[in-house]
């Protein structure tokens, strides 16, 4: 069935410093989508991306879908403490509603 | 307005024990998710409802696990008898039809364990 791989698994930066998460498919996406999850919280809508290409950015967070639609990026600009915690992507597989995650990159900052 | 409700939010029981789990989802929002966190396997899906009906439980674990959606407004996920591996984080969420173009909105979550 479809999966979406992401990676790293972890990532630790040091307060300031830029952040990148990447999330891969071998098959087409019909779109991708990004949550947050904080430590003891739960995953947090953050956006969506339908277009082949699409750049969304939110304040200091920048969202790519690629060209291909077979992968997607997260990238924080200048991270802070307040950015911590596990960002999934997901989309959606073969059945009308079944939301497929990937596994996470689990992001600390070193204040 | 009101997100998803779950409880309990915490559970402790001896294994052998029935755990029921409950759900309320979004008013208006058509599909149900019940999902299993664990730091091993992540987020885990394991059965879906849409309009109440169960649409995929394919990732239900086995027998001991079941969930009903009785009426629009309530799930429950039970586990009878439970074991030690069952604890994680289970979380429901729902979101509005039709599913491909919609996000999900997640409850607080159930942190259960089994001991």
Known sequence: ?111 | DAGVIQSPRHEVTEMGQEVTLRCKPISGHDYLFWYRQTMMRGLELLIYFNNNVPIDDSGMPEDRFSAKMPNASFSTLKIQPSEPRDSAVYFCASSLGPGRSQPQHFGDGTRLSIL
């Open chain 1, 1 to 111: 069935g479809q999966q979406v791989m992401q990676i790293p698994q972890y990532q630790h930066v040091q307060e300031g410093e830029d952040f990148t998460t990447y999330c891969n498919s071998s098959t087409t996406l019909s779109n991708i989508q990004w949550y947050k999850q904080r430590p003891g919280g739960h995953p947090v809508f953050l956006i969506q991306l339908v277009k082949s290409g699409e750049v969304k950015k939110q304040k200091r967070l920048t969202f790519q879908f690629g060209e291909a639609k077979k992968n997607s990026s997260l990238h924080i600009t200048a991270t802070q403490t307040t950015d911590v915690g596990t960002y999934f992507c997901a989309s959606y597989g073969g059945s009308q509603g079944n939301l497929i995650f990937g596994k996470g990159t689990k992001l600390s900052v070193k204040p």
